[in-house]
């Protein structure tokens, strides 16, 4: 069992034809929140079920759609499961928030190309950690799911942890009559369907969950799709130029920018946040638009406070005499869309000049079940690149989405022993006094409700992950 090559997100494709398809990148897995998980399967066993196959007619679809791939992506593709090393926490470990759950090393265009799929997961740890936390809550949580693959997740995940499923009933055309009804919403407020764009597809909890989402968004007029395999089953448009990782990847804004438009010819979209959006980022994107003002280029916004960005980017804009499309996408809802378009009518931009992009409000929120990857804000994190660390800084308050840097690997504390539950170290580092190496270790058995009821626990970093995180800081663009 494998997946489909079109089955990612559209930016892994333009990210991988301007960056380094076959460099040894690392990946790490974590949640942001939570508080305490149980791991209920073994992760290098569910990889190899969502490894990528190309199947008849994907390069010619990717070549139509502005994805043309060369020789070192198709290489980085083959054989997958020859080409990826894993270091997982066992099944059945307890983690908590911001510790490394597990990490993949391979070809960089590889190792990129999992994280919708991998992302989605975050559905099955939250059923089994609610069905060992609290049972009698998993009648109202699993209630109503989306689809037939969306209930056997479910049912395979309280088999693997001992624990009774309730009734599920699935009803598909209701999630899918949900998610028009959201489109329909947004239009509303926009104007046109034309100026949304649709990327739940790593809020989804299995491809046929997304695939019915797409339906209701084409009913209701929406054309464009971050899911690439979803573009081409529903005829709809694959979207997506730069994500984190690039930027990461270059280690510098300009950097990374400039490879995106050296090396496809296609207009790009600048992602601000990185190192720090206002004294970076966005000056960095407006120095190369005004170089090409011609191609219609777009800023997408992501962390911080992005009214007082975009406050600041439409100004600058009008000053140095661009007009860059906006792109409004991290976390926005219907309240959300409204103020920014009162916001658009207040500076005089031009409905054609900001765009929005939908996941979780559209995929996740219509689901029926709370447990959704926003719940736990699972995410999946570029931490090296070759020999070089790298982090995600962004401008969340309180290091809000801060990434791990190097080789992540996590030291649980002994029991009787002292200190932070928890510690981020890096692949052969020497083991803290007081603690075990938790990652690699042999799979645990399920955990005792009694384990799973506590809140978020201490995590700290181990001595070399400091040192990293330290040495990334020194280094980061000025702010």
């Known amino acids: 069992m494998t ?9 892994k494709f333009s990210m991988a034809e301007a960056g380094w398809p076959l460099r040894r990148e690392t990946f790490y897995y974590s949640h942001r929140k939570g508080g305490l998980q149980v791991l209920p399967f073994d992760v290098e066993a569910e990889l190899a079920k969502v490894l990528p196959h190309a199947e008849k007619g994907d390069w010619e679809y990717l070549a139509t759609h502005d994805y043309e791939m060369g020789s070192g992506y198709r290489a980085a593709v083959r054989a997958p499961e020859t080409k990826i090393s894993v270091r997982a926490l066992p099944c059945f470990s307890v983690f908590s928030d911001r510790e490394p759950v597990f990490s993949v090393t391979g070809p960089s265009a590889l190792v990129s190309w999992l994280e919708p799929l991998v992302l989605q997961w975050s559905f099955r740890i939250q059923v089994a950690t609610l069905a060992l936390r609290e049972p009698q809550a998993l009648a109202g949580a699993l209630a109503v799911l989306t689809c037939e693959g969306q209930r056997a997740l479910a049912l395979e995940t309280l088999d693997a942890v001992g624990v009774k499923a309730p009734w599920i009933e699935v009803q598909p055309e209701a999630y899918v009559a949900r998610v028009e009804a959201k489109v329909d919403e947004l239009s509303a407020i926009v104007g046109t369907p034309a100026r949304l764009f649709e990327v739940g597809l790593r809020a989804a909890s299995c491809l046929e969950q997304h695939l019915l989402a797409l339906d209701g968004c084409r009913a209701a007029g929406l054309t464009r799709t971050s899911h690439v395999f979803g ?13 984190h990782e ?23 979209s600048f992602l601000l946040d990185t190192f720090d959006t206002i004294t970076s980022g966005l000056p960095t994107a407006y120095a190369i638009m005004r170089e090409r003002p011609e191609e219609r280029d777009s800023i997408r916004y992501d962390s911080g406070d992005k009214e007082a960005q975009y406050r600041h980017a439409v100004g600058l804009a009008r000053a140095m005499g661009l007009s860059p499309v906006h792109i409004l996408e991290d976390g926005f809802d219907a309240a959300q869309t409204k103020r920014f378009e009162e916001l658009r009518a207040e500076v005089g931009l031009p409905p054609s000049d900001q765009v929005y992009g939908y996941g979780g409000y559209l995929v996740a929120q219509t689901s029926g079940t709370p447990l959704t990857r926003d719940r736990v804000a699972a995410v999946y994190k570029l931490t090296q690149t070759g020999p070089r660390p790298t982090m995600k800084f962004g401008n969340e308050a309180g290091h809000g989405k801060q990434s791990v840097p190097g080789r992540p690997v996590l030291f649980r504390r002994r029991a009787g022993a002292s200190g932070p539950f928890g510690v981020v ?38 001595k070399a992950t400091q040192a990293l995180v330290d040495q990334l800081t020194r280094w980061r663009a000025p702010t």
């Open 246 to 268: 690039h930027v990461q990847r270059y280690g510098s804004d300009e950097a990374a920018f400039r490879a995106m438009v050296d090396r496809r010819h296609q207009r790009s």
């Open 231 to 243: 573009a081409k089953e529903k005829g709809l448009i694959p979207v997506g130029t730069m994500g």
């Open 425 to 462: 170290g890096q692949e052969g580092e020497a083991v803290p006094e007081g603690y075990e190496l938790l990652t690699g270790a042999p799979a645990s058995s399920i955990p005792k409700p009694a384990e799973l009821q506590a809140g978020p626990q201490a995590l700290a970093p181990s």
């Open 3 to 11: 997946a489909p090559l079109l089955a990612t997100d559209g930016y």
